[in-house]
């Protein structure tokens, strides 16, 4: 469910940028609120896959944990 929330809100960014250009990104506090929440849902994307579990063993989920109170 994480990565799909992560693809979704990529693609909706990406349209965002086409559609209204970077610098309209940093006019309204609610599109700063939208960027920083893809800035962090970066890491998170990066290191949800089982290879980075397997790397990062417990450092994972104080990984993930950090994250979470994103989610709210």
Known sequence: MGIATAAWSFLH????LLAEG?????????Y????IAILILIPMFIT???RS????K???????????????
């Open 48 to 50: 949800s896959n089982r």
């Open 13 to 16: 960014f990406i349209i965002f």
């Open 32 to 35: 700063i609120a939208g960027f």
């Open 58 to 72: 417990s450092n994972w989920k104080k990984l993930q944990g950090l994250f979470m109170p994103q989610s709210f």
């Open 22 to 30: 970077l610098l309209e990104t940093f006019k309204q506090a609610n």
């Open 53 to 56: 579990m397997k790397l990062l």
